[in-house]
């Protein structure tokens, strides 16, 4: 039987994604027929595999699920929190195989489109800053920005982690003080959109993802609610980040 990573066959199987994988490895969470895993071992489907001694199990038949969430505000994006806030995770329902792997994060006080996963390879290739995957956000700063503003906004400014720009900007309505925006990024860096609008001046008063990819938060989805991704949208979903 053929071979693959370590990593890349967990996460094709559903287990987490290649990142995630690669610590447990390196922490010692993982066993492959009985030995300890290393980072850069490579086995198959015939392997016995334990995740912090349980085996975990592997099937030749995976079919990828993804899951549409519209996240409220209050959620963090976590599969548990010492503070106790509610997490994105408590609300789903269960995978027919493997877990859901969160395709990317908001931040707590962030709404709008979070995308899961059974497939950490795909969620990998989503994320991953080389797919440069775009994200649209629906955004409301304080006060007006102008024309040049928004010009700098879209050639680029700098972040203490380096240089951020938003590829595209739809002006929206403005009122009592406040602007709204549609802004496209490429990238998924924490707090970027709100960081990025804090350079220029403006405080960032609401914000919500719309799309990630091919994938429009649907307009009937209230918050908190879920629905599955089709066969159609999964296979343009792959088609973005190839």
Same mark, same amino acid.
């Given at each position: 039987?053929?071979?693959?990573?370590?990593?890349?066959?967990?996460?094709?199987?559903?287990?987490?994604?290649?990142?995630?994988?690669?610590?447990?490895?390196?922490?010692?969470?993982? =066993? $492959?027929? &009985?030995? @300890?895993?290393?980072?850069?071992?490579?086995?198959?489907?015939?392997?016995? +595999?334990?995740? %912090? #001694?349980?085996?975990?199990?592997?099937?030749?038949?995976?079919?990828?699920?993804?899951?549409?969430?519209?996240?409220?505000?209050?959620?963090?994006?976590?599969?548990?929190?010492?503070?106790?806030?509610?997490?994105?995770?408590?609300?789903?329902?269960?995978?027919?195989?493997?877990?859901?792997?969160?395709?990317?994060?908001?931040?707590?006080?962030?709404?709008?489109?979070?995308?899961?996963?059974?497939?950490?390879?795909?969620?990998?290739?989503?994320?991953?800053?080389?797919?440069?995957?775009?994200?649209?956000?629906?955004? =409301? $700063?304080? &006060?007006? @920005?102008?024309?040049?503003?928004?010009?700098?906004?879209?050639?680029?400014? +700098?972040?203490? %982690? #380096?240089?951020?720009?938003?590829?595209?900007?739809?002006?929206?309505?403005?009122?009592?003080?406040?602007?709204?925006?549609?802004?496209?990024?490429?990238?998924?860096?924490?707090?970027?959109?709100?960081?990025?609008?804090?350079?220029?001046?403006?405080?960032?008063?609401?914000?919500?993802?719309?799309?990630?990819?091919?994938?429009?938060?649907?307009?009937?989805?209230?918050?908190?609610?879920?629905?599955?991704?089709?066969?159609?949208?999964?296979?343009?979903?792959?088609?973005?980040?190839?």
């Amino acid at each position: 039987m053929s071979t693959e990573r370590l990593q890349k066959l967990l996460a094709n199987q559903g287990f987490g994604s290649r990142r995630e994988i690669e610590t447990w490895i390196t922490a010692g969470r993982i =066993r $492959v027929n &009985g030995q @300890p895993a290393t980072l850069g071992m490579r086995a198959s489907l015939a392997d016995r +595999i334990e995740l %912090d #001694g349980k085996p975990l199990e592997l099937t030749t038949q995976v079919a990828t699920e993804v899951l549409i969430y519209h996240k409220p505000a209050g959620e963090v994006t976590t599969r548990s929190d010492p503070e106790g806030r509610p997490t994105v995770f408590e609300r789903l329902p269960a995978p027919r195989s493997g877990r859901w792997i969160v395709v990317g994060r908001l931040d707590t006080n962030t709404t709008g489109l979070l995308l899961f996963t059974t497939d950490g390879e795909l969620a990998n290739r989503l994320m991953h800053p080389s797919g440069e995957v775009e994200r649209e956000y629906l955004v =409301r $700063v304080r &006060g007006i @920005p102008t024309p040049a503003t928004l010009q700098k906004l879209e050639q680029g400014v +700098i972040l203490e %982690d #380096g240089p951020a720009r938003f590829d595209r900007i739809t002006v929206g309505r403005a009122a009592e003080g406040h602007s709204w925006f549609q802004v496209v990024l490429r990238e998924g860096r924490n707090r970027e959109v709100r960081r990025v609008w804090e350079t220029v001046g403006h405080e960032v008063s609401r914000l919500s993802r719309i799309r990630y990819a091919n994938i429009l938060l649907p307009r009937d989805l209230r918050p908190g609610a879920t629905r599955p991704a089709t066969a159609q949208e999964i296979a343009e979903l792959r088609a973005h980040c190839r």
